[in-house]
Every structure is written in structure tokens, then in C-alpha cells.
């Protein structure tokens, strides 16, 4: 105990000089309780108020977010890395943008969450769904940071814990209570896996800190099998994030479960803060001149390809638009992992990139598979048949979504695609690795296989006809709003994309 | 100018998706009205285009015309430099004539959907937004434009095609859609592998203009398309690689044997209007694009590889004679004539001397305006009886006596009559595939064969549909329907007969704009022939 006092002063000191480079996350927390007592106070007629409370507080930790690319652009500049509270976190250019991402996603989010009807049919009401949200977005930023072992695992941890509430929030039938029971045990199996991992990785080199010299130099002195196995263990664990194969048995069935805000929320934002964890975690051992016990490279381009292949070809096979939709962002998985084996600035841009406006599209596609199932009850391709001539506006809307999810112009997803393409080139320009060509070409071959299933949407809507045309249900205005501003935004987003690349 | 033309018809779509759909009844003339002024605009162009040596463009940017060049996407990418796309369209002799026929044809398509009942506000808006990409193609000289436009023509085509088209709709337009995807992705993949070798030497960043792909000195010592660094992917030379995926690319779009399967279902089930567009027009787009670009950049693998393109060609030529015999489909025997024909367009490419890549643009801008023609007349006994095959009718030439001139002009003229446009594209793409030296004499003795296969299948559909005594299998009820050209029909026609005829006449009218440009792709292509 006396051995640690000396340094006590400088713990101190490094905690209090860290607080300042932390505001989002501290009031976010604040947010968090703030949403809750709300909750508490108001009762049932809470959900209102809780909505508009988490919603114009997410949008001011936006313009916090904006904020700290000051301090990045002030360490850039003095060359000095920015770790926080000891280096468990570590804010970097990326994570800044990751954040930014994500919070403004999530207010998007915030909003369409109680425009599904089956969602605010719930009987609860919807008030612990934003306190639960917004409790998970710190977890989110947290992961964009975490640099230290426990750091990873503690803020994955949060924001699986988070997402089981949310998939199990609507339990009224059978399918959904199993699709959460399924998503829980296997998020167990993976962190279990992952802590396992972690422990063997501490095991070898006595170091949490993935940035400690001594972590990678560890690492190469200890047995090449035993560090490639606890490697790929802890990588299996951010794989239940990414949900790539062979991580991926939960998705399909849990995104159909789930009630769609939940699954618009798991598509996205998990995976954004899990593609910048697993950008932090490879960054050592990249950058590492006598890494070569374990090649990334070749394990994430297996996956990748594996991940491409697997999630589109499934994805045709599906009649369930949410199932569909499922698979299909498994295929986006395996194509942005093309950009994270760049190694590369231009890479990390392509990737935000790319993800950004998956994540657009993605929430699009899925506000609307909630519009259908609001107007008409549809929740199969089926259902469709017919719709697209009545619902003119919502069927356009999901034609561009579509368009920008397979990656045509003009939309964002082909930019998106083209940055991926041409970062991915650049590095097999070099070193003409013949992985990077193969990940081109099945990326390339896959994008034809998505066409296909992502145009089934159209073809039901539009070119099949069906004589009985069903009545309205209910009318759904919000949701419309939002996918029209969703299609809007993509399409300008892809005349114009150095607006918003420039910044990345 | 050219941004006006390629953007005037998506101005008056968005007029017509703003209207009303109580005012539906105007849109086929607003559409008529954007496709006048396009014409309008494109004959002004036309006429104002100056001929010369200095104005031979290909590989030159100052000479081309009408040139406009606005920065367009600026990425910055840190240590790679900077993301050059720019705006930048203008036309040269091969873009010219090819944007006149388009113009023309888009009127006559405008004035064949007058048959659409269904629908008319999507109808209209999709035909306008694809009127756009197509002008857009051929004006492009950005690589990354060109792409847009390109996969931009896909969407609303699937859609006319699966809204508008017959029974079997749904499976043509997806046929076509993946079939044409398939080439452009690959397509993307060589377009940035061009681009991340190729740097613009004014600003020193890779850029994705055409042009400067065309000169091997723009290209980074070491980049993967770079003719001395002797690249490979999978053990084949990089740059042949390159040459073939983008040949696959237009050669579906051409489309030349055995990648044309998708050809015949779309044509048989799209409506007339989209029929006469495809044939008309997108087709030509392949060999445009096969003329700009894969010669254009590769010229060394087209060199060595003609022999493989004027193969391909008269395959094309010949199969697609053999299938047209075959058929019992008015509309499929037409698909495949222009299968047929458009074999020489390749045939011509590949001789890479100055008589065969006129013969082959003259061939596109001819084919262009006679398969609008024969695709506008199948649709006239389609939309009276709602059936196309051959056997089901018969002495429709004392029924319809107007509607057989035209007939018989069309025909004749495709089947290389000599006074009409096709003798002198098939005349000239086959001297050129004689005096080639890349290409030997049997194929282009070959390629005549195939004219006289054309004779055949032209001149007995002729002899099986409208002469003899008068049958029908629809008995009074078809002879009621099967009523004469109305005017409307007749004022489509006459432009197209008169041109084909005109061409055949005066092929100076072509020849006189091409000339400058075809011989700078010679000389250019030799420069490269070591």
C-alpha cells in the first residue's frame, strides 16, 4: 500500500487532466440520468418528455463531439497521442469522427423509435427504451477510445448489456422472447470467449496496455500458436460486434425478432463502434516493425471474403425483408473489412466513409420496412406486391435506399464503394498482394449478387401486380418524412460527397 | 451547350414528376417538346462542329468541341494527393453524328409511346431521366462521368422495361439489369486501377479523364497499367486484363455472341418505345464505348488481339443471321438482326484501319436509325392484334399498303440494298477488314456471307408476312383491327426512311464529320505498334 503512494499524485493529476478531453461522455452520463429521472418522475406520461429530453441532449453531445477535433488538431500538431486516464483510452482523429457518427445516427434513431407502431403499442411505454439508448452510447464511445484490455472489455460488455434489453424489450410473442434469449447466450459465449483471450494476451506479456511498448514486444517472445490463438479469441469477441462469419448465427434471427428500431440501432451503431475497436486493437501490432507471429492481414481477408460470400448469397434466399436486410449487412461487414486491411489513413477514411452511409441507407431501408408494416402490415416481400403504385413517394424513397445499399450511382453508396475500391488498389498497387485482389473481386462479384435480392424490393412493388389492393391500416406520415430527408440526403451525398469527406 | 442538351431532359422530367397527375394528358407532349429541343439543340451542334485536322480530338483535349470542364469532386487524400473528378464533357467526330442519331431516334421513341396507357407520370419521368444518361455517355470525356451515366441508364430501363414490357417481364428486365452489371462492376474495378495510375501532368494528381489515360506518359512509372512496368495479375499481362474486362463490359451492351443472350427476351418483352431505344441507341453505346475507351487506352492489346475481336465479330455476324432464320417472333427476328449487324461495328473496329472504323461508326449511326425503324413497324401490327408471330399472319401488304413501303424500305435497307445507308457501312467495314492486315481474308469473306443470310431472313419474312392472299389467324376481328398507318406513325417514319435513304446517298453527311477523327485514332493506334 505504501509502494503506491508516491504515485497517487501523479494518478491524480493524470485523471483530473483527462476530464477535460472527456465532456461528451461525462454528459452523456448525465444525460442518461437526467432521461431516467424523468422517467421516474413523470410516470406513464413520461415518453414524450424522456424522447425530447434525450433527443436535444444527443444533438448537444453532437456539437461537443465537434469540439474536440480541436484537441486532435492541437496533438496532431505537437505530435503528442491524446491517452486518457492512464491509456485505457485513446482519442484519436477517428474515434472523434466515430463518435460524431454515432451520436448523430442515434438521434435519427431517437426519433423513428416510437413512429413503429408495434413498438409504441408496447405496453410499458417507451421511456426505459431511451434511457437504455442512451446508456449504450457511452458504452459506444467508449469502445471508439478503449486502447486497454479492460477497456475493451468493459465497454463491449456495456454495450451488449444495453443490447439485450433492447432486443428483448418487445416480448410479446415467442419469436421475439427467443430471439432475445438466443442473442443473450451467445453474446455471452463470445465475451466469454473474448475475456479468455484477454487473459491469455495478459498472461504472456503482464501488460493491460495494448500501446505499452511491452505489450507487442511480449507478445514475439512468447509462443507464436498459443499468441495466435488468444488473438484470434479476442477477435472472435469484437466479431460478435461486427458479426462477421463465423460470428454471424445470431443476426438474421435476432434482427427479424427484434421490433425494426431495435434492429436499425443493432445494424448500425454497434458495428460502427466495432470496426473503430477493432482499428485500435490492430494499430500496435501494425505499426509494430517485428510483429509477424500472427498475419492479420490474411485472417481478415479469409474473413472477409468468407463474410462477403456467405452474407450475400443467404441474403437471396429470404423473404422477410428484416431477414433480408440481415444477411445483407453481413455482406457490408465483410466489404468494409477490405478497408480495415489497408492499414492505411486513406483506408480509414474510406471506412468511415463507406460506413456512414451504410448506416444512413440502412436505417432508411428499415424505417421503411416499419412504414409498410405501419400502412399495410407487410412484412414480407410478398406483402409488397402491388404497393408501389399506391404508396408512389415511400416506394421511390425505398428504391433509392436500395440503389445507394448496392452501391449504383448516383447515390452515396457508390462513392462509398469507389473510395473502399480505390484505397484497397492503392495498397495492391505496392505490394500486389493477392489477397487484396481477390477481396476486389469478390467484392465486386458480390455487388452483382446483392442487386439481385436488394431489387426484389422493386420488383414486388412495382412490376408484380396484384388485383385486391388492402386499405390503408393507419397512416404513418413521420416515417415518410424521414426516409424522403434519408433518400435526399443520399442522393446529395453522392453528386456531392467532398462536402462531408473533406472533414473525415 | 452540351450540358444544356444533356440536362434539358431531366428538366422537364422534373416538371412532369411535379405536375398533377389530373394533367397526365400533356406529358407525352412535354416529353415531345424536351426531345425537339434536344434535337434542336444537337443539330445546332452539328452544324456548328468544324472539321479539320485540328479538330481530330481523340487523344488530344484541345481539340475537342464544345468542351466544358467544372471540378467536380476534390477529395483530399493526405499523403496520395488529391482525388481529381472533374465535369468535363465535350465531343469529338465519333461523338457527333452518334448524338444527332440519338436526338433524332429519342423523338421518334417520344412520339411510339404514345401507345402507353398506364402509368403515364412514371412512364414519362424514367423515359426523360434515361434520355439524359444517354446523351450524358457519349458527351462524357471523365471516366468517372461516363460511369455514372452509364450505370445511371440501368435503373430506369429495368423499370420500363418491367413495368411497361409483356408476360415475361420481370424475368427480361432482371436478366438484362444483372447481365449489364456484371460487366460495369468489373468495369469500376479497371476504371480505378486506370486511375490510380494515371496522373493529369497540369496539377500532378491521379485523375480519372480520359484522355490523359490515353497518353502512356501520364502513367506513374510502376503503376499497374503502365505499358513498360510489365504488371501482371494472375500471370497475364495487367494490361490485357484491363482490355478484356472492359471489352466484356460493352460487349454485352453491343451485345456480341455469346454474351447477347439477354438481347432477345428484353427486346421481345419491353414496349415498343424502350425496344426502339435499346436497339436504336444503347447498343451503340457499347461500340462507342469499345472505340473511346478499350482502343482508346489499351491500343497496343486491340492491336495484337484483333484477330480475337474480328472473330467475335463474325461470329456475331453469322449467329446472329442463323438465329433471325430461325425465329417465328417478328420482334425476335428483328433482335437478332441487329445482333447480326452490329457484328460488323466489331468487324470494323478490329481491321483498326480508316475505311473499317468509319464502315463501323457509320454502321451504328445507320443501324441506329433503321432498327428504330423496324422496331416502330413490328410495334404498329402489335398494338392493332397484340400478336407477333410470323405464321399467324399473312398478305398484310393489301391490307395495310402504306405500312408495306415502309416495310419494304426498312428491309431493304438493312438488308445492305445498295442506295441505302447499311450497303455503305457493311461495304466499308468489310474493305477495311480486307486490307487489314491484323485480320485475314476469310473472315471478311465471312462477314459477306453473312450480308447474304440477311437477304434471307429479311426476304422471307417479307414473303411470309405480307404477300400471298390475306389470312389472319384472328380472322374479321384482325382485319378490323389491322387498319392503315395512321399520321402520327407516318410523321415517325418518314425522318427515319428519309435518313436512311439519305445516308446511302450522301454518306459524305457522316463521313465528312468522322474523317478527321477516325484518322487520328489510326495514326494514334500506330504510334503504338512497335
Given at each position: 500500500m505504501h509502494d503506491l503512494l508516491p504515485y497517487i499524485h501523479g494518478s491524480i493529476s493524470n485523471l483530473l487532466g483527462s476530464v477535460q478531453f472527456f465532456m461528451p461522455e461525462i454528459w452523456l452520463s448525465a444525460l442518461f440520468i437526467i432521461v431516467l429521472i424523468t422517467d421516474l418522475l413523470f410516470g406513464k406520461n413520461s415518453q414524450k418528455l424522456c424522447k425530447t429530453v434525450a433527443c436535444v441532449g444527443i444533438l448537444l453531445i453532437c456539437i461537443l463531439d465537434l469540439g474536440q477535433r480541436d484537441f486532435i488538431k492541437q496533438s496532431s500538431e505537437e505530435n503528442i497521442p491524446l491517452f486518457l486516464f492512464n491509456n485505457s483510452l485513446l482519442l484519436t482523429r477517428a474515434a472523434v469522427n466515430f463518435k460524431f457518427i454515432i451520436d448523430l445516427l442515434a438521434f435519427v434513431l431517437l426519433l423513428y423509435a416510437d413512429w413503429d407502431h408495434k413498438l409504441r403499442a408496447h405496453k410499458k411505454g417507451l421511456s426505459d427504451l431511451y434511457t437504455i439508448i442512451i446508456a449504450s452510447i457511452f458504452g459506444l464511445h467508449l469502445m471508439t477510445m478503449a486502447v486497454n484490455l479492460l477497456s475493451i472489455y468493459l465497454s463491449i460488455e456495456m454495450v451488449s448489456l444495453a443490447s439485450y434489453l433492447l432486443v428483448a424489450y418487445r416480448s410479446e410473442n415467442a419469436f421475439s422472447t427467443e430471439a432475445g434469449l438466443k442473442y443473450v447466450l451467445f453474446g455471452a459465449a463470445a465475451s466469454a470467449i473474448m475475456l479468455y483471450g484477454i487473459s491469455l494476451l495478459y498472461g504472456f506479456t503482464g501488460s493491460l496496455d495494448l500501446f505499452d511498448g511491452n505489450f507487442v514486444q511480449g507478445l514475439t517472445q512468447a509462443n507464436g500458436m498459443a499468441v495466435s490463438f488468444a488473438l484470434v479469441l479476442v477477435l472472435l469477441g469484437i466479431g460478435f460486434k461486427l458479426s462477421f462469419i463465423p460470428m454471424h448465427f445470431w443476426v438474421p434471427d435476432v434482427y427479424e425478432g427484434a421490433s425494426t428500431p431495435v434492429t436499425a440501432y443493432l445494424s448500425t451503431l454497434p458495428k460502427i463502434a466495432g470496426f473503430a475497436l477493432l482499428i485500435n486493437f490492430l494499430t500496435p501490432f501494425i505499426?509494430?516493425?517485428?510483429?509477424?507471429?500472427?498475419?492479420?492481414?490474411?485472417?481478415?481477408?479469409?474473413?472477409?471474403?468468407?463474410?462477403?460470400?456467405?452474407?450475400?448469397?443467404?441474403?437471396?434466399?429470404?423473404?422477410?425483408?428484416?431477414?433480408?436486410?440481415?444477411?445483407?449487412?453481413?455482406?457490408?461487414?465483410?466489404?468494409?473489412l477490405m478497408a480495415i486491411i489497408t492499414f492505411n489513413q486513406q483506408g480509414i477514411t474510406a471506412l468511415t466513409w463507406y460506413?456512414?452511409?451504410?448506416?444512413?441507407?440502412?436505417?432508411?431501408?428499415?424505417?421503411?420496412?416499419?412504414?409498410?408494416?405501419?400502412?399495410?402490415?407487410?412484412?414480407?416481400?410478398?406483402?409488397?406486391?402491388?404497393?408501389?403504385?399506391?404508396?408512389t413517394t415511400?416506394?421511390?424513397?425505398?428504391?433509392?435506399?436500395?440503389?445507394?445499399?448496392?452501391?449504383?450511382?448516383?447515390?452515396?453508396?457508390?462513392?462509398?464503394?469507389?473510395?473502399?475500391?480505390?484505397?484497397?488498389?492503392?495498397?495492391?498497387?505496392?505490394?500486389?498482394?493477392?489477397?487484396?485482389?481477390?477481396?476486389?473481386?469478390?467484392?465486386?462479384?458480390?455487388?452483382?449478387?446483392?442487386?439481385?435480392?436488394?431489387?426484389?424490393?422493386?420488383?414486388?412493388?412495382?412490376?408484380?401486380?396484384?388485383?385486391?389492393?388492402?386499405?390503408?391500416?393507419?397512416?404513418?406520415?413521420?416515417?415518410?418524412?424521414?426516409?424522403?430527408?434519408?433518400?435526399?440526403?443520399?442522393?446529395?451525398l453522392g453528386i456531392f460527397p467532398d462536402f462531408v469527406i473533406n472533414y473525415l | 451547350?452540351?450540358?444544356?442538351?444533356?440536362?434539358?431532359?431531366?428538366?422537364?422530367?422534373?416538371?412532369?414528376?411535379?405536375?398533377?397527375?389530373?394533367?397526365?394528358?400533356?406529358?407525352?407532349?412535354?416529353?415531345?417538346?424536351?426531345?425537339?429541343?434536344?434535337?434542336?439543340?444537337?443539330?445546332?451542334?452539328?452544324?456548328?462542329?468544324?472539321?479539320?485536322?485540328?479538330?481530330?480530338?481523340?487523344?488530344?483535349?484541345?481539340?475537342?468541341?464544345?468542351?466544358?470542364?467544372?471540378?467536380?469532386?476534390?477529395?483530399?487524400?493526405?499523403?496520395?494527393?488529391?482525388?481529381?473528378?472533374?465535369?468535363?464533357?465535350?465531343?469529338?467526330?465519333?461523338?457527333?453524328?452518334?448524338?444527332?442519331?440519338?436526338?433524332?431516334?429519342?423523338?421518334?421513341?417520344?412520339?411510339?409511346?404514345?401507345?402507353?396507357?398506364s402509368n403515364l407520370k412514371g412512364f414519362f419521368a424514367l423515359f426523360l431521366l434515361l434520355d439524359m444518361a444517354l446523351i450524358g455517355v457519349f458527351c462524357s470525356l471523365d471516366f468517372f462521368l461516363f460511369y455514372?451515366?452509364?450505370?445511371?441508364?440501368?435503373?430506369?430501363?429495368?423499370?420500363?422495361?418491367?413495368?411497361?414490357?409483356?408476360?415475361?417481364?420481370?424475368?427480361?428486365?432482371?436478366?438484362?439489369?444483372?447481365?449489364?452489371?456484371?460487366?460495369?462492376?468489373?468495369?469500376?474495378?479497371?476504371?480505378?486501377?486506370?486511375?490510380?495510375?494515371?496522373?493529369?501532368?497540369?496539377?500532378?494528381?491521379?485523375?480519372?479523364?480520359?484522355?490523359?489515360?490515353?497518353?502512356?506518359?501520364?502513367?506513374?512509372?510502376?503503376?499497374?497499367?503502365?505499358?513498360?512496368?510489365?504488371?501482371?495479375?494472375?500471370?497475364?499481362?495487367?494490361?490485357?486484363?484491363?482490355?478484356?474486362?472492359?471489352?466484356?463490359?460493352?460487349?454485352?451492351?453491343?451485345?456480341?455472341?455469346?454474351?447477347?443472350?439477354?438481347?432477345?427476351?428484353?427486346?421481345?418483352?419491353?414496349?415498343?418505345?424502350?425496344?426502339?431505344?435499346?436497339?436504336?441507341?444503347?447498343?451503340?453505346?457499347?461500340?462507342?464505348?469499345?472505340?473511346?475507351?478499350?482502343?482508346?487506352?489499351?491500343?497496343?492489346?486491340?492491336?495484337?488481339?484483333?484477330?480475337?475481336?474480328?472473330?467475335?465479330?463474325?461470329?456475331?455476324?453469322?449467329?446472329?443471321?442463323?438465329?433471325?432464320?430461325?425465329?417465328?417472333?417478328?420482334?425476335?427476328?428483328?433482335?437478332?438482326?441487329?445482333?447480326?449487324?452490329?457484328?460488323?461495328?466489331?468487324?470494323?473496329?478490329?481491321?483498326?484501319?480508316?475505311?473499317?472504323?468509319?464502315?463501323?461508326?457509320?454502321?451504328?449511326?445507320?443501324?441506329?436509325?433503321l432498327s428504330a425503324m423496324l422496331f416502330f413497324l413490328v410495334g404498329v401490327v402489335y398494338n392493332r392484334v397484340h400478336d407477333r408471330d410470323i405464321y399467324n399472319f399473312r398478305g398484310l401488304g393489301t391490307l395495310m399498303p402504306k405500312y408495306m413501303v415502309f416495310i419494304m424500305i426498312a428491309f431493304f435497307a438493312s438488308l445492305g440494298l445498295p442506295g441505302f445507308?447499311?450497303?455503305?457501312?457493311?461495304?466499308?467495314?468489310?474493305?477495311?477488314?480486307?486490307?487489314?492486315?491484323?485480320l485475314p481474308n476469310w473472315l471478311a469473306i465471312c462477314g459477306a456471307v453473312g450480308i447474304l443470310f440477311s437477304a434471307c431472313y429479311f426476304l422471307w419474312t417479307l414473303q411470309r408476312m405480307f404477300f400471298g392472299s390475306v389470312s389472319l389467324k384472328g380472322g374479321d376481328t384482325w382485319r378490323a383491327a389491322l387498319v392503315d398507318l395512321k399520321p402520327r406513325e407516318i410523321i415517325a417514319l418518314i425522318p427515319l426512311a428519309l435518313t436512311a435513304l439519305a445516308l446511302g446517298v450522301m454518306p459524305s453527311l457522316v463521313f465528312d464529320k468522322i474523317n478527321d477523327s477516325v484518322l487520328a485514332l489510326v495514326s494514334f493506334t500506330k504510334t503504338f505498334i512497335r
Open positions: 505499426f509494430s516493425v517485428r510483429w509477424s507471429a500472427f498475419d492479420f492481414k490474411l485472417f481478415l481477408s479469409i474473413v472477409g471474403i468468407a463474410t462477403m460470400i456467405a452474407g450475400n448469397f443467404a441474403a437471396v434466399l429470404q423473404t422477410n425483408v428484416k431477414r433480408m436486410l440481415a444477411y445483407s449487412s453481413i455482406g457490408h461487414t465483410g466489404f468494409v460506413l456512414l452511409v451504410y448506416s444512413i441507407a440502412n436505417i432508411g431501408a428499415l424505417v421503411l420496412a416499419s412504414y409498410f408494416a405501419n400502412v399495410t402490415g407487410a412484412e414480407d416481400m410478398e406483402g409488397y406486391k402491388g404497393l408501389g403504385l399506391r404508396y415511400a416506394s421511390v424513397c425505398f428504391v433509392i435506399i436500395l440503389i445507394s445499399l448496392t452501391g449504383l450511382p448516383i447515390t452515396a453508396g457508390f462513392t462509398g464503394k469507389v473510395f473502399v475500391f480505390s484505397a484497397v488498389y492503392g495498397v495492391y498497387q505496392q505490394n500486389h498482394d493477392l489477397w487484396l485482389l481477390l477481396l476486389m473481386i469478390t467484392g465486386a462479384l458480390t455487388t452483382v449478387v446483392s442487386l439481385f435480392y436488394y431489387l426484389k424490393i422493386p420488383l414486388n412493388l412495382f412490376i408484380k401486380r396484384l388485383e385486391i389492393v388492402k386499405e390503408p391500416v393507419s397512416k404513418s406520415y413521420n416515417l415518410l418524412f424521414l426516409a424522403t430527408i434519408i433518400s435526399v440526403l443520399l442522393i446529395l | 451547350m452540351l450540358t444544356l442538351l444533356i440536362f434539358l431532359p431531366i428538366l422537364f422530367g422534373f416538371i412532369i414528376v411535379v405536375l398533377p397527375s389530373s394533367m397526365r394528358a400533356s406529358f407525352k407532349y412535354i416529353t415531345l417538346l424536351a426531345t425537339l429541343l434536344q434535337l434542336a439543340i444537337s443539330i445546332y451542334i452539328y452544324l456548328n462542329f468544324k472539321t479539320g485536322v485540328a479538330f481530330g480530338g481523340i487523344d488530344h483535349e484541345t481539340q475537342f468541341q464544345f468542351l466544358q470542364k467544372l471540378p467536380w469532386i476534390h477529395l483530399n487524400l493526405g499523403s496520395l494527393g488529391t482525388m481529381q473528378i472533374d465535369y468535363f464533357v465535350g465531343i469529338d467526330g465519333i461523338s457527333v453524328t452518334l448524338l444527332l442519331m440519338t436526338s433524332i431516334v429519342m423523338v421518334v421513341a417520344a412520339l411510339s409511346s404514345w401507345e402507353i396507357t455514372i451515366f452509364y450505370e445511371l441508364m440501368l435503373l430506369p430501363l429495368y423499370f420500363l422495361i418491367g413495368m411497361w414490357g409483356g408476360a415475361r417481364r420481370e424475368y427480361a428486365a432482371i436478366k438484362f439489369f444483372l447481365y449489364t452489371l456484371f460487366g460495369s462492376v468489373f468495369m469500376l474495378l479497371v476504371m480505378i486501377g486506370l486511375y490510380l495510375s494515371v496522373k493529369d501532368p497540369a496539377t500532378g494528381n491521379h485523375t480519372f479523364n480520359m484522355i490523359q489515360m490515353m497518353n502512356p506518359a501520364n502513367y506513374t512509372p510502376g503503376s499497374i497499367f503502365n505499358i513498360l512496368s510489365h504488371q501482371t495479375i494472375f500471370g497475364i499481362s495487367a494490361r490485357i486484363v484491363g482490355f478484356v474486362v472492359l471489352f466484356v463490359a460493352f460487349a454485352i451492351k453491343v451485345p456480341i455472341v455469346p454474351l447477347h443472350t439477354w438481347l432477345p427476351d428484353a427486346h421481345v418483352e419491353a414496349p415498343t418505345p424502350v425496344s426502339i431505344i435499346l436497339a436504336g441507341i444503347l447498343l451503340k453505346i457499347g461500340g462507342y464505348g469499345i472505340i473511346r475507351i478499350c482502343i482508346g487506352i489499351f491500343p497496343e492489346v486491340a492491336t495484337s488481339g484483333a484477330f480475337w475481336l474480328g472473330l467475335l465479330g463474325v461470329i456475331s455476324i453469322l449467329y446472329g443471321a442463323f438465329n433471325a432464320l430461325a425465329q417465328r417472333d417478328f420482334k425476335r427476328i428483328i433482335a437478332y438482326s441487329s445482333v447480326s449487324q452490329m457484328g460488323f461495328v466489331l468487324l470494323g473496329i478490329a481491321s483498326q484501319t480508316t475505311e473499317g472504323i468509319s464502315g463501323a461508326v457509320f454502321q451504328m449511326v445507320s443501324h441506329g436509325f445507308s447499311t450497303f455503305i457501312a457493311e461495304a466499308f467495314s468489310l474493305t477495311g477488314a480486307f486490307k487489314s492486315a491484323l
